[in-house]
């Protein structure tokens, strides 16, 4: 069983930054790939970044070279550097953690990041 929960979300002025976290229960942690999806208003989710158990990342063309995925596998830990930000980056952001033979997926909360002037 894993808990997911999100932190580090606000308000930010375009060209701004934030640093998501993501704190993970359970002591299979290193384990499991670790994700960071969003969902805008009126849009369907999108993956925004993902780093695997063995620390390989991939991020969605709109973030690429302004957010970095990371994890910290002795604090059970997942962030999300979010560096540049547009408005178009508004949106919940939500943690995700999957495995193809562990239990889940599981969810975080979501935390709202709103980018605006």
């Known amino acids: 069983q894993v808990q997911l929960v999100e932190s580090g979300g606000g308000l930010v002025q375009p060209g701004g930054s934030l640093r998501l976290s993501c704190a993970a229960s359970?002591?299979?942690?290193?384990?499991?790939?670790m994700g960071w999806f969003r969902r805008a208003a009126g849009k369907s989710r999108e993956l925004v970044a993902a780093?695997?158990?063995?620390?390989?990342?991939n991020y969605a063309d709109s973030v690429k070279g302004r957010f970095t995925i990371s994890r910290d596998n002795a604090k059970n830990m997942v962030y999300l550097q979010m560096n540049s930000l547009k408005p178009e980056d508004t949106a919940v952001y939500y943690c995700?953690?999957?495995?193809?033979?562990?239990?889940?997926?599981?969810w975080g909360q979501g935390t709202q990041v709103t980018v605006s002037s």
């Open positions: 995700n953690s999957r495995h193809a033979v562990l239990p889940g997926p599981y």
């Open positions: 359970g002591s299979m942690f290193s384990k499991y790939d």
């Open positions: 780093i695997t158990s063995g620390g390989k990342t």
